[in-house]
C-alpha cells in the first residue's frame, strides 16, 4: 500500500515537472507577443504623440497586461522618482525584477537590454529605428518560440509521465 | 534696487533657496550633491549652474563666478575645482530633456529646454544641419541653467508710469534689456499687477493675453500656469509669438497682449495687427536702450513708427533687475525714474 502512494507520487511529480517544463514553452510565444505589441504602443507614443518617456511609459503600462504592464510601468515609476538615473539605468532596473518571472531566454533578455541603451537619448527617427529593430528581433524569435512550442510542449507533458512511469516500473 | 530690498523686507530667501531646489531634480546626483552642500545664502544667489565638458562647473552668482571642488566648496582656481565629465553631460541632458530628446526637436533646434518651473536650460553642442537649417544637435558639450525667480512687487515702481490713469488701460510699452538683467521676471510681475487690478492706484485689472513661447513667464506644466501671472490672464503656452499673438487676438479678446523677447520680423508684423486692433502691447527685447531697438531690421520700423508710449530699460548697474530708466515713447524723454 505505501508502495502504491509512493508510485503515485513519483508519477505525479515527473509529470508536473515535465508539464512546468511544457507550459514555459508555451508562455514564451505569448509573452514575446504582448512585448512586441507593447513595444508598438510605445513607438506610436513616441512617433505620434511625441509624448515623453515617463508619461509614454505609464501609457502603455496601463495598455497592456500582465508581466509586461509591470515591466512598463516600474521602468515609469522609477524614471518619475527624478532620483537622478537615466532611462537605461530605469529599463534595465526594470528589467531585471522582470525577467526572472518570465518564460523568456537570455537572448529575449539581451534584446530587451540594448534597447534600453538607446532609449531616449536621440531624436525620434533614431528612436523608431531601434524600436522597429527590437520589435523585428522578437518577431523573429517569436517565430522560434511557437515551432519549439508545436514540438516540445506535447513532448515535454507525456515525457513527465513517461519518466515517472519508468522510474515506477524501474524501482517496483 | 528695490528687488533687493524686497528681498531682504520680505525674507525671500527662503524662496530664492527653492529655486535652486527646483532645479536639482535635472543636475546628475553627484553634483546635487554638491550644490546643496553649499552654504545657504550662496544656494540662494546662484543665478546660473554652467556645464561645460571637460572644464570647471561654474555657478552664476550676482557677484560673479564660482567654482566648485569636487567636495561642493566654492574656489577661485579653476585648477581646484571639479572637472565636468563625459557622464555628467551625459546624465544631465537626460534629466533636463526627462529621457525625452526625441519630443523636444523644436526646443534644441532652438538651443535650449524649458525645466519645470520655468527654468531656461541652455545646450550646446554639434548642430545637424539639413539643407542649411538646424535639424538637431548632438555631442551635448555645455549647458547653462538658468534659474528663474518670480518676485512679487518686483515691478511695483514701474507700474504707475506705464498706467493710464484717464482710459483706466496701460501705454503700450517695451523692456528692454541685455540678457540677465530679470527682464522675464519683470515682465511677469506687470502681467501679474495689470491682470490682477492695483486697488491702491485706483486701478481694476484688465484682460492679459500672454503668449509664453519658451515657458518661461507663466512656467506652465502641461499648460497650467505655476506661476502667479494674475487672475484676468489667458496664457498660451510653447506657441510660437507671432502666430499666438494673432490667436488671442482672435480668440480671447484680450485689452494687453504680452510676450517676451520680440524681434523677429512676424513678430513685428504680429505687433502691428495687434496695435491696429487697438490692444495694447506689453512686449520685451534684447538691447541697451530704445535707440539700439531702432538700429534692428525688424524691430526699427515700429520704434521709429512712434506707436510705442512707454520703454522701460533695465541693467544690472544695482543687481538683475534695477530699473535704468522710463522714458517716454513720444518724446524720448525720461519720466525721472531712474536706477531704482
Known amino acids: 500500500m505505501l508502495k502504491l502512494v509512493g508510485a503515485t507520487m513519483v508519477v505525479a511529480a515527473s509529470g508536473f515537472g515535465g508539464m512546468a517544463v511544457a507550459g514555459s514553452y508555451s508562455r514564451r510565444p505569448k509573452e514575446l507577443k504582448s512585448l512586441r505589441s507593447a513595444l508598438q504602443m510605445l513607438e506610436t507614443e513616441i512617433s505620434y504623440g511625441a509624448t515623453r518617456l515617463p508619461e509614454a511609459l505609464s501609457q502603455v503600462a496601463r495598455r497592456c497586461d500582465g508581466m509586461v504592464s509591470f515591466l512598463f510601468s516600474r521602468a515609469a515609476a522609477e524614471l518619475s522618482s527624478m532620483s537622478g538615473i537615466t532611462a537605461g539605468e530605469a529599463w534595465e532596473k526594470s528589467l531585471e525584477s522582470y525577467y526572472p518571472g518570465t518564460a523568456l531566454k537570455p537572448r529575449d533578455f539581451s534584446v530587451l537590454r540594448n534597447l534600453g541603451a538607446s532609449l531616449g537619448i536621440s531624436d525620434k527617427e533614431d528612436q523608431i529605428k531601434h524600436l522597429r529593430l527590437a520589435m523585428d528581433q522578437i518577431g523573429l524569435e517569436v517565430s522560434g518560440a511557437e515551432d519549439e512550442a508545436a514540438r516540445n510542449v506535447k513532448l515535454w507533458s507525456y515525457l513527465g509521465f513517461l519518466c515517472g512511469i519508468m522510474v515506477v516500473l524501474v524501482l517496483y | ?340
Do not use: W
Open chain 2, 1 to 340: 534696487m528695490h528687488v533687493m530690498q524686497f528681498q531682504k523686507t520680505m525674507g525671500t530667501r527662503d524662496a530664492a533657496v527653492g529655486a535652486i531646489n527646483e532645479v536639482l531634480p535635472v543636475l546628475p546626483v553627484n553634483i546635487r550633491r554638491m550644490v546643496v552642500s553649499l552654504p545657504e545664502h550662496i544656494q540662494g544667489k546662484v543665478e546660473e549652474v554652467r556645464f561645460r565638458q571637460g572644464r570647471p562647473l561654474v555657478l552664476g552668482l550676482p557677484s560673479g563666478d564660482i567654482f566648485l571642488n569636487a567636495a561642493g566648496k566654492p574656489v577661485h582656481l579653476a585648477s581646484e575645482a571639479y572637472l565636468v565629465t563625459p557622464d555628467d553631460m551625459e546624465r544631465l541632458i537626460q534629466l533636463i530633456s526627462s529621457s525625452s530628446l526625441y519630443a523636444l526637436e523644436e526646443e534644441l533646434r532652438n538651443g535650449f529646454i524649458t525645466i519645470p518651473g520655468g527654468h531656461r536650460a541652455g545646450i550646446t553642442g554639434k548642430a545637424v544641419l539639413e539643407g542649411g537649417k538646424i535639424r538637431t544637435l548632438k555631442y551635448f558639450s555645455g549647458c547653462n541653467i538658468r534659474i528663474s525667480r518670480e518676485i512679487p512687487g518686483a515691478s511695483s515702481t514701474i507700474i504707475p508710469h506705464i498706467i493710464d490713469q484717464n482710459s483706466g488701460g496701460i501705454y503700450h510699452t517695451v523692456l528692454v534689456s541685455p540678457p540677465l538683467c530679470g527682464k522675464t521676471t519683470m515682465l511677469r510681475d506687470i502681467v501679474r499687477q495689470v491682470s490682477d487690478g492695483i486697488p491702491t492706484l485706483g486701478f481694476s485689472g484688465l484682460t492679459v493675453g500672454l503668449v509664453d513661447e519658451r515657458s518661461e513667464i507663466a512656467g506652465c506644466y502641461r499648460g497650467i500656469p505655476q506661476r502667479d501671472v494674475g487672475v484676468r490672464t489667458d496664457v498660451l503656452d510653447g506657441c510660437p509669438k507671432a502666430e499666438g499673438m494673432m490667436m488671442l487676438l482672435r480668440s480671447m479678446g484680450p485689452q494687453v497682449i504680452a510676450a517676451d523677447e520680440i524681434g523677429r520680423r512676424e513678430d513685428v508684423y504680429a505687433l502691428e495687427e495687434v496695435l491696429n486692433a487697438g490692444v495694447k502691447i506689453l512686449v520685451t527685447a534684447h538691447g541697451s536702450s530704445p535707440a539700439d531697438l531702432s538700429e534692428r531690421p525688424a524691430l526699427g520700423a515700429l520704434i521709429r513708427s512712434n506707436t510705442i508710449e512707454r520703454y522701460v530699460t533695465l541693467g544690472r548697474s544695482r543687481g538683475a533687475g534695477t530699473v535704468e530708466d522710463i522714458i517716454d515713447g513720444k518724446s524720448f524723454r525720461s519720466l525721472g525714474v531712474k536706477r531704482c
